[in-house]
């Protein structure tokens, strides 16, 4: 029988859309350690977390077991203005690189929010609005998720309030921009707004902020204004849940053509894409029904799974969520000042933690005269001007695939391409001028980090 021509681009029809968000926690042995109350050192129950989070969230971050979630029909609505997302064939790249390697990646780029982040706004407003709240607070770094939230608040005439890493505020007005264009306040991080915020600036004045800073900001803003609650675009199992999306959409397309893969890999902040790009397929190697090398690709200047500790931290510098248990850096690591490739936070998803702790995924860091030399040869072979955090996942997928071209191996690569770059060309102009140089950070500098981790948990 003839193969089928794989073309360019493999698109599902709508009708070939996931109905269903898939939980891989129901498929693992070893389950994700649980988020602890740090009040009492016993594990959140539903009770704690309700004044934080929404309700219909809280259900679906602490349910272990329950493999599938239906995807309630307004937000298949919603999916569809921008979902599917195209199955790319690399073969511009291939050709270029010369490799017999297949090379695949999902796009997750084609939507005003530049990124995969919108599957889980839209998600979490959507439960926001059942539940009938006035609106949501959340941080963002780089301002993709802030992007995506306020895009999903509009939507569904929420209040989007958003606490955006200083340093970024400053650094990214079109991001902050785009934010207010769709009606959500954004105040820079730290802020006089909050007693965290005040404190972090009374001890650290000066401060341009982190990503820990502005959790704690946004919680005890949501957890002190009526009708608020917190939200967050990655790290926690709900949002893995949500872009399971990604990696459905991503089996049904390799299937249709009968295409199996050898090697996935997506880059790595908290987690959320890779653990949704993942997801089905790790589902098949957890069940033994296939086997995957997953590779999950980080910074070397914030390499929490590579150099982290497998340990119980704070998510927040201000130590106001639960603690979870994850590789970390430590919650008060903040990356090197000259770290432009964003995937800047301390910690990793409590799920893939402890894939990687269980040997069900490599992982690999990178850095980021690396990464931005894999971006721009990207954007001249395949059109697509990359975000720098995907651009992880495409250096190790070009590295692999030159692996391929050695060893003559015809492997089939997917990646997850996550996102457009435009609003980081100032990192790509640091490039360009030959000023981005890379800070791996010592031994001893995250030994006192570690020192630093909360005790007996
Ligand atoms: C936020 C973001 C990431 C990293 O976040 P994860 O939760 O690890 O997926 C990667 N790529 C893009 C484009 C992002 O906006």
């Known amino acids: 029988m003839m193969a089928k021509e794989i073309p360019y681009k493999i698109y599902l029809d709508e009708s070939e859309m996931p109905t269903a968000w898939y939980n891989l926690r129901a498929d693992m042995k070893n389950k994700p350690a649980p988020l602890l109350n740090p009040a009492t050192g016993q594990p959140c129950t539903a009770a704690d977390l309700a004044p934080v989070f929404c309700e219909e969230l809280v259900k679906q971050e602490l349910d272990d077991t329950t493999p ?21 064939r690399a073969y511009c790249l291939e050709k270029k690189l010369g490799t017999p390697a297949k090379i695949y990646y999902k796009f997750e780029g084609n939507n005003t929010s530049g990124s995969h982040k919108l599957n889980s706004a839209i998600a979490q407003a959507y439960y926001a609005k059942q539940q009938g709240l006035k609106g949501v607070t959340t941080e963002t770094g780089a301002g993709q998720w802030g992007t995506a939230l306020s895009m999903a608040c509009s939507y569904f005439d929420l209040d989007c309030k958003v606490f955006m890493v200083k340093v970024s505020y400053e650094q990214k007005p079109f991001r902050r921009e785009v934010m207010r264009t769709y009606g959500a306040s954004v105040t ?32 005890e803003k949501a957890t002190t204004s009526e009708g608020y609650r917190y939200v967050l675009g990655s790290v926690l199992n709900q949002v893995l849940l949500h872009q399971s999306v990604i990696g459905l959409e991503t089996k049904a397309a390799l299937d249709k053509y009968g295409i199996k893969a050898d090697i996935i890999i997506g880059c790595a902040g908290g987690g959320s894409n890779l653990g949704g790009l993942i997801a089905p397929f790790m589902g098949e190697k957890l069940r033994g029904e296939a086997d995957y090398r997953i590779i999950a690709v980080e910074p070397a200047s914030c390499p929490s799974l590579t150099r982290g500790k497998y340990a119980y931290d704070f998510c927040d510098t201000g130590k106001v969520c639960p603690l979870a248990k994850m590789y970390t850096l430590g919650c008060d690591f903040i990356p090197a000042p000259n770290h432009a490739g964003g995937l800047r936070y301390h910690g990793m998803s409590s799920t893939l933690s402890q894939l990687y702790a269980d040997g069900l995924m490599e992982a690999t860091s990178v850095t980021q005269t690396k990464v931005f030399e894999a971006a721009e040869y990207f954007a001249r072979v395949e059109g697509i001007l990359p975000a720098p955090e995907s651009s992880h996942a495409i250096r190790v997928a070009i590295d692999e695939a030159l692996k391929c071209k050695e060893t003559g191996e015809e492997k089939t690569i997917v990646f997850g391409l996550t996102g457009t770059g435009y609003f980081d060309m100032v990192a790509y102009e640091k490039y360009n001028d030959g000023k981005m140089s890379d800070y791996i950070p010592t031994d001893e500098e995250l030994a006192e980090s570690f020192k630093k981790l909360p005790q007996g948990f």
């Open 68 to 88: 599938y979630f239906e995807i309630p029909q307004e937000i298949r609505d919603f999916y569809k203005m921008y979902r599917p997302s195209p199955l790319v």
């Open 188 to 219: 820079p991080s730290p802020s006089m707004e909050t007693a965290v915020g005040r404190k972090i600036l009374e001890e650290h004045p000066g401060t341009t902020g982190s990503l820990g800073c502005a959790i704690s900001e946004a919680v």
